[in-house]
C-alpha cells in the first residue's frame, strides 16, 4: 500500500466523515501552489473556501507567528493583550469606526451578532432575524436556522426559534416579514455558498434604510466577502447610496482574516459593541495572539501590495477572458461574482468536475449543483491567473453531465 493509500485507510478509521473528501491527502504548500503526498503539483485557485487569501506559508505571516510564538501565546481575555488592539485598529482603518470580538471562526462570530442584535431588541420583546434564502450562516444550531437551506437542517429539529427568511434581492418580501418581534437582519455581501449571488442594485441601500426606520439591527456577513477579496476591503463596500457607502451596524469575518488559522471576528458600531457589557459574552481563546498578530500582517500586506485593487483587477480580467472564450459558451450561462469571488454558472451539473479540474493540475469547487467557484489567493500573479483560467477553460470544455435550466 502506498504511503497515500495508509494515510487515507487511517483518516477513515478515525476521522468522522462528515466531509465529502476527496481522496487525496495534501502535503506541503508555497504561495499559490500545494503538493500533495504523491508529490503533483496543483495550483490552488480555491484557497480553502477562500481563507488562504494570502497563499499557503507566505513568509511574513510565518514570521509574524514565529515573532508571536516566541513572545506570548495565551493568557486568557481578563488581560489586555497589544495584538488584538493593533488588529482591532486595522479593522477601524479599513472598515468604519467600531470595536471588535475576536473568536475562531464564520458561525462563531454570527453567533455573537445575533446575540448582540437580540440583545439589543430586548428591552421591545424583539428577538427575531431576518435572512435570506440560499443564505449560509454556519453549521452550529443557531446559525443554521439562520442559513437560508433547509438541507443543512435535516435530522437537528427542533429549529432554533426566530429565524425567518426571505427571497435574497427582494426588498418587499424583506419589509413585508418585519413584525413588532424582529430584531434584525442578517446578510451576506454576495452569497458564497449559495452561488456567488449579487442582489439588485439598490437592495442593500433600502434594507438599511428600512433597518434605520425600524430600528433594527443591520448585520453584514463578510466571513467570504472581507479582506480584499472582493476588490474592495469588504464587500459591503460596493453597496453605495448618494456616495456613501452603507455600512451595517455589525460586521462578521472569518476565514481569510486568519489566513487559514482559525480567527472569527464580530465588528460593530461603538454604540451597539457597548451593549456586550462584562459577561454578556465570551470566548476563551478568543483573540490569541498569533493568530491576531497574523491577522494583522495580512492587513498590512493586502494595503502594502495594494492587493484589493490587485483583486479588482484580475477579477475584471477573468469575466472577460471566460465571458469572451468561445469553446465554453455553450457551457456558461452566467459568469458573476466581483474581484477573486468569481462564480461560473454551467449550463449542465457536472459531474467529478473537481477531480477534473485537479486532473489538469488546478484546484477548484462547485457549488449549488453547476456554479464553479473560483477563490484563489489575492496575490495570485496575472501570469499564475492566467495560467489557473487556461486549465479552467479546458476544464469545462471537457465536462460532460446532466443538462438542467
Ligand atoms: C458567509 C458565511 N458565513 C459563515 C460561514 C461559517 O464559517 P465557519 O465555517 O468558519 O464557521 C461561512 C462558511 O462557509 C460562510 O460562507
Redesign the pocket.
Known amino acids: 500500500m502506498s504511503d497515500t493509500q495508509s494515510i487515507l485507510e487511517r483518516g477513515k478509521q478515525v476521522l468522522i466523515q462528515n466531509y465529502a473528501r476527496l481522496p487525496l491527502v495534501m502535503d506541503r504548500g508555497e504561495g499559490v501552489w500545494l503538493w500533495d503526498t504523491d508529490g503533483k503539483r496543483y495550483l490552488d485557485l480555491f484557497a480553502g473556501?477562500g481563507g488562504a487569501i494570502l497563499g499557503h506559508c507566505h513568509p511574513a505571516l510565518i514570521d509574524a507567528a514565529t515573532k508571536q510564538a516566541q513572545r506570548l501565546w495565551h493568557v486568557g481575555n481578563t488581560f489586555y493583550t497589544e495584538p488584538q488592539i493593533e488588529f482591532a485598529e486595522r479593522l477601524n482603518k479599513t472598515a468604519f469606526k467600531g470595536q471588535a470580538f475576536f473568536c475562531h471562526?464564520?458561525?462563531?462570530a454570527?453567533e455573537a451578532a445575533c446575540k448582540l442584535a437580540r440583545l439589543r431588541g430586548s428591552d421591545k420583546h424583539r428577538w427575531k432575524i431576518i435572512s435570506l434564502n440560499q443564505s449560509?450562516?454556519?453549521?452550529t444550531l443557531a446559525m443554521i436556522a439562520a442559513t437560508g437551506n433547509p438541507k443543512v437542517r435535516e435530522g437537528f429539529a427542533p429549529d432554533v426559534p426566530g429565524f425567518v427568511q426571505v427571497e435574497p434581492g427582494s426588498f418587499d418580501a424583506l419589509a413585508a416579514a418585519v413584525d413588532e418581534q424582529t430584531a434584525g437582519v442578517i446578510m451576506?455581501p454576495i452569497q458564497?455558498?449559495g452561488g456567488i449571488n449579487v442582489y439588485p442594485d439598490g437592495f442593500a441601500a433600502r434594507v438599511r434604510k428600512l433597518c434605520d426606520e425600524r430600528g433594527l439591527t443591520l448585520i453584514f456577513?463578510e466571513?467570504?466577502t472581507g479582506c480584499g477579496r472582493t476588490g474592495r476591503w469588504f464587500g459591503h463596500q460596493y453597496f453605495i447610496d448618494a456616495g456613501k457607502v452603507i455600512e451595517p451596524d455589525i460586521m462578521t469575518l472569518?476565514?481569510a482574516v486568519g489566513g487559514g488559522l482559525p480567527v472569527?471576528v464580530m465588528f460593530a458600531k461603538p454604540e451597539v459593541a457597548k451593549l456586550f457589557g462584562p459577561g454578556k459574552h465570551g470566548s476563551t481563546l478568543g483573540g490569541n495572539p498569533i493568530c491576531m498578530a497574523v491577522a494583522r500582517t495580512i492587513f498590512d500586506i493586502v494595503e502594502r501590495e495594494r492587493l484589493v485593487e490587485h483583486a479588482a483587477q484580475l477579477g475584471e480580467h477573468a469575466i472577460a477572458r471566460l465571458g469572451n472564450e468561445p469553446k465554453i459558451r455553450s457551457k456558461v450561462k452566467e459568469i458573476r461574482g466581483r474581484g477573486l469571488m468569481l462564480g461560473i454558472e454551467l449550463t449542465i451539473e457536472p459531474q467529478k468536475l473537481i477531480e477534473a479540474g485537479l486532473s489538469r493540475g488546478i484546484l477548484i469547487n462547485l457549488t449549488a449543483k453547476k456554479v464553479i467557484r473560483l477563490a484563489p489567493p489575492i496575490n495570485i500573479t496575472k501570469q499564475q491567473w492566467d495560467q489557473g483560467l487556461d486549465a479552467v477553460i479546458e476544464t469545462i470544455a471537457a465536462l460532460e453531465g446532466q443538462s438542467s435550466s
Request: charged share 30%; no cysteine.
Open positions: 473556501f471562526g464564520g458561525a462563531d454570527n449560509f450562516h454556519g453549521r451576506e458564497g455558498e456577513d466571513v467570504w472569518g476565514k472569527g
